[in-house]
């Protein structure tokens, strides 16, 4: 896992991370490299720092140590703003505000020309909901709204932190067909999911546990490795022959202090 | 700074407000009834005309505390604070959005509520009417500021709700509603010498009271300005892109 690519073919390269939240340490010296144009599932159970790690690399995570680079700039570099579109976890809209007013003000905010209201709206099939308030509409509804945000000025890299929690099937499958589109057109895309199952969409795999990362490589490679045949043994199987975890890091995700109340960190 | 992002957030705080005509009503209105009560308690005695000028500046002031300290609380809370820190967005364009979404409120609610203390409460005033407007509306601006300040530190609905009794209260008591300012302990007054609040009280009476030389109210709308701008420039400072 070196890191010998091409700066023009990596969109994320991370080397030794030391992320820290509360008291307890969440990210101890992660690496990791993030190819230009591909579809790369970031995948692990609920508290193994999916969220953190994202959150490093567009910028807003107080990290300890180590380097993020990011489109060949250092993470969280004011030139990388209109570059990266970012998905948080909850959909963060304006409940107060319609479909259109929300990507209307984020549009603003990006400068990114008057007619990308529309086609983000058509790209995430949101027409239909537009002069209706975010407030109003279905969960899964909401976190489109956040994803077509993300869409907005049409950013190089898109961070998605579980952008296909609680959408109905059929709309999942037209989800990880427009991140592949999109990767087609040259978009690089880091996508997180708790749900194994999403593994073989993806073009690469990172299977992440307890803050480091386990596995890299294509889904294929992951079974052919394992000798499984679906990605949840698979990733099993990859624990597995870790051994057994060093005292300091536990296997389970704990409950860390204050971990359920992240967002109100200021 | 940039412009059009500062003036893309006032518009959307503003559209937001929109959507929520309750908040309008009771934004607008809340300060003018609450002068209105107290002139209703006073309508036997001549006290009204003494403290009158004196709610002009506490009710307002208070009101746009709360909501301007509860509206950025919650945009923290719902994630789109961190969205926006995520994107091309200065915190000064946030900061000032804001204070300019609300500042405009506070022109309409500060208007409001001097028509009504002077037209139907029938409050005494012997200076310029415009004048005794601006000082209402700098003494509603300087509690937008005051809250957006107070909504940096705070990180619950708890904490901030909690701030008004810290940042609002004292300069209540140390306003010179409750003791005029000069007879206050020696420490006290110097104290109060210092308070924002304390400065819009007294050029609300000096305007009311018709003096002759109006140059120490306009010393007093300078402080309150600087403590304004002083607010919305620490906010900047203290909003933090990265957070732990």
Not at chain 1, 58 to 84: C, D, K, M, Y
Not at chain 1, 100 to 122: H, I, K, W
Not at chain 2, 116 to 127: D, Q
């Amino acid at each position: 896992m070196t890191i010998t690519a091409d700066v023009a073919d990596v969109a994320i390269s991370i080397d030794a991370l030391h992320v820290q939240r509360g008291k307890s340490p969440v990210l101890h010296g992660l690496r990791l490299t993030v190819p230009r144009g591909q579809v790369v599932g970031l995948l692990g159970p609920s508290g193994c720092g999916k969220t953190t790690l994202m959150r490093s690399i567009v910028g807003v995570q107080q990290i300890e140590s180590g380097t993020v680079t990011v489109l060949g700039q250092p993470g969280g570099s004011a030139g990388l703003r209109h570059r990266i579109g970012y998905v948080t976890q909850a959909a963060s809209v304006y409940d107060d505000l319609t479909v259109r007013q929300n990507l209307d003000y984020f549009r603003r905010v990006l400068g990114a020309p008057a007619g990308d209201t529309q086609r983000v709206l058509e790209a995430t099939a949101l027409t239909p909901q537009a002069e209706r308030l975010a407030g109003d509409l279905s969960g899964g509804q909401r976190s489109r709204v956040s994803l077509a945000t993300a869409l907005l000025g049409s950013p190089e890299l898109l961070v998605l932190d579980e952008p296909t929690v609680g959408l109905d099937p059929v709309l999942r499958v037209e989800l990880w067909e427009m991140f592949h589109r999109l990767a087609r057109s040259g978009v690089s895309l880091l996508v997180s999911s708790h749900v194994m199952d999403e593994a073989t969409r993806c073009d690469r795999l990172l299977l992440m546990r307890d803050g480091e990362i386990l596995f890299d490589d294509t889904p294929a490679a992951l079974l052919a490795s394992t000798g499984k045949s679906d990605a949840e043994s698979a990733f099993l199987e990859v624990i597995t022959r870790q051994g057994p975890p060093t005292p300091a890091r536990h296997v389970l995700p704990r409950k860390r202090p204050g971990h359920g109340a992240r967002r109100e960190h200021s | 700074m940039n412009a059009r992002r500062l003036f893309a957030t006032t518009g959307r705080v503003l559209t937001q407000i929109r959507h929520d005509p309750r908040t309008i009503a009771l934004l607008l209105l809340v300060p003018t009834l609450l002068i209105g009560l107290v002139a209703w308690i006073f309508s036997d005695t001549t006290v009204f005309d003494t403290i009158g000028p004196a709610m002009i500046a506490l009710f307002p002031f208070i009101v746009m505390f709360l909501v301007t300290s509860i509206a950025t609380l919650r945009e923290r809370r719902t994630g789109t604070l961190e969205r926006l820190l995520a994107m091309p967005l200065g915190r000064g364009d946030f900061l000032a959005g804001y204070t300019l979404a609300f500042g405009g409120l506070a022109v309409v609610q500060a208007s409001i509520a001097v028509a009504f203390a002077v037209w139907v409460c029938g409050l005494e005033i012997s200076g310029p009417i415009g004048l005794l407007l601006l000082v209402a509306v700098m003494d509603a601006v300087l509690g937008t500021t005051l809250g957006l300040l107070a909504s940096a530190f705070a990180r619950t609905e708890f904490q901030v709700v909690q701030f008004m009794p810290v940042i609002v209260f004292p300069q209540i008591l140390l306003g010179g509603i409750f003791l005029p300012r000069d007879q206050l302990p020696d420490v006290l007054h110097a104290i109060s010498d210092w308070l924002p609040l304390s400065h819009a009280i007294d050029a609300l009476n000096d305007v009311a009271a018709g003096v002759a030389d109006y140059g120490p109210v306009w010393v007093d709308v300078a402080i309150i300005a600087a403590w304004a701008i002083g607010a919305v420039v620490l906010g900047s400072l203290t909003l933090r892109r990265r957070t732990p």
